[in-house]
């Protein structure tokens, strides 16, 4: 299957606690379905002290199912959903909302 979301690609929350966060995509992890959003999806870790970093509470990005993200469309600015056509004999994203391009 195509992968409609791709590193780089800005995204909104559409459920959960952080529903209505937007970001940008950091890591995606196709095999387990699965995005890290900057901004969104943050927990707190506790590190241990080594001698090149200092220990304590620090905030971590976690991992978000790719079917609670929609991509930002590009002219309109809300949440949308993705398709692909053929232009130029090559293979392109859209924005179903506005028909927008996607990839650039």
């Known amino acids: ?6 590193t780089g690609d800005k995204v909104v929350v559409t459920t959960g606690r952080d529903k209505g966060v937007q970001g940008e995509i950091v890591s ?12 969104a999806n943050l927990a707190i870790r506790h590190v241990k002290q080594t ?3 200092q220990g304590g509470r620090q905030t971590k990005e976690m ?3 790719l079917s609670n993200l929609m991509l930002l469309d ?14 130029d004999g090559k293979k ?8 927008a391009k996607i990839d650039v």
Request: proline content about 11%.
């Open 92 to 99: 392109v994203r859209f924005a179903k909302k506005s028909g």
């Open 51 to 53: 001698p090149t970093s």
């Open 63 to 65: 991992p978000i199912d």
């Open 74 to 87: 590009p002219d309109k600015g809300g949440p949308t959903r993705v398709g692909f056509r053929f232009e």
């Open 1 to 6: 299957m195509a992968a409609k979301l791709k």
């Open 28 to 39: 995606v992890d196709p095999k387990s379905r699965r995005a890290v959003v900057s901004g």
